[in-house]
């Protein structure tokens, strides 16, 4: 949750576009709602992005890795939905349209969503997504992750506890402190119900040791890729781990083509799937 604004999920969402609108099918970002939340002027240059910017673009490994972190987690959504979880918590949301796109499928189940970013940034997203319409599923809440506490979101879990839930955290771990995302994990397995679930994604140990560390996070929330290590880590705070992937394996598994392609794969984060145990 980096800074108190919508700057850098900002360019997340103009990079989801652009990949929406400028690339092939089996590189294409199925996010096309995000166009709703990027200002006219701004959506028109991402269209008419030149070819020479776009190649740019292309060339950061991140670039397609977006494409893939979007619809794993798109798959993460909807398997919660068949799930028939009782509410969704996006934690770090940014301009996260997940809660408008599936909101026919949400709404059928009577599945709650509760949106939670930073104080500046989360009123932001309040107001853009008043514009698009009602979404009385849809509660926002002020969450900083590098807090001591969170007795807001601690209470809105005790009056929730009517079910499973899941909870999603995308892009955030890495400008969190090693200790409050701790602290937070242990909050999420002691309140959710059995069976619930967490998903997030991390910065590997050793790369980009600095990034994230900004304000008030000096010391950020960092993993190894050993599927033990992190198995044992995560049991302490009472959760089993369901699925491990590195971000790499990710684009090559839902990217038809992109080795072929000669893409460079991005090698920096590694991603996860946890159950709360019994």
């Known amino acids: 949750m980096a800074g108190t604004g919508f700057s850098n999920s900002m360019v997340v969402a103009e990079l989801r576009y652009i990949q929406s609108v400028r690339e092939a099918r089996e590189f294409k970002n199925p996010d096309t709602w995000v166009r709703r939340f990027i200002p006219t002027f701004r959506r028109w240059q991402c269209a008419l992005l030149s070819s020479r910017k776009l190649a740019d673009l292309r060339s950061d490994p991140f670039y397609y890795y977006l494409v893939a972190r979007t619809e794993y987690y798109d798959r993460l959504f909807l398997n919660a939905i068949e799930d028939n979880v009782r509410f969704i918590i996006n934690v770090g949301c940014g301009t996260d349209t997940r809660p408008y796109r599936f909101n026919d499928a949400l709404e059928k189940k009577g599945i709650k969503v509760l949106e939670c970013d930073q104080p500046v940034a989360i009123a932001q997203k309040e107001e853009m997504s008043r514009r698009q319409g009602v979404f009385d599923h849809v509660a926002y809440m002020s ?116 080795k072929q392609m000669g893409a460079a794969l991005f090698e920096e984060d590694a991603l996860l799937q946890l159950e709360v145990m019994d």
Do not use: C
Not at 224 to 245: C, N, Q, V, W
């Open 143 to 258: 969450v900083n992750l590098n807090d001591a506490a969170w007795p807001e979101l601690e209470s809105w879990l005790s009056r929730n506890r009517t079910g499973k839930g899941f909870v999603f955290m995308e892009g955030v771990s890495p400008y969190v402190n090693t200790d409050t995302f701790d602290r937070f994990l242990s909050l999420l397995a002691k309140e959710l119900l059995p069976g619930s679930r967490v998903a997030y994604d991390f910065k590997l140990n050793g790369v980009k040791d600095d990034f994230g560390r900004t304000g008030r996070t000096q010391h950020p929330f960092r993993l190894p890729a050993a599927r033990e290590t992190i198995s044992d880590y995560h049991k302490k705070f009472g959760y089993r781990l369901e699925h491990m992937e590195l971000g790499s394996e990710l684009s090559v598994r839902l990217l038809a083509g992109i």
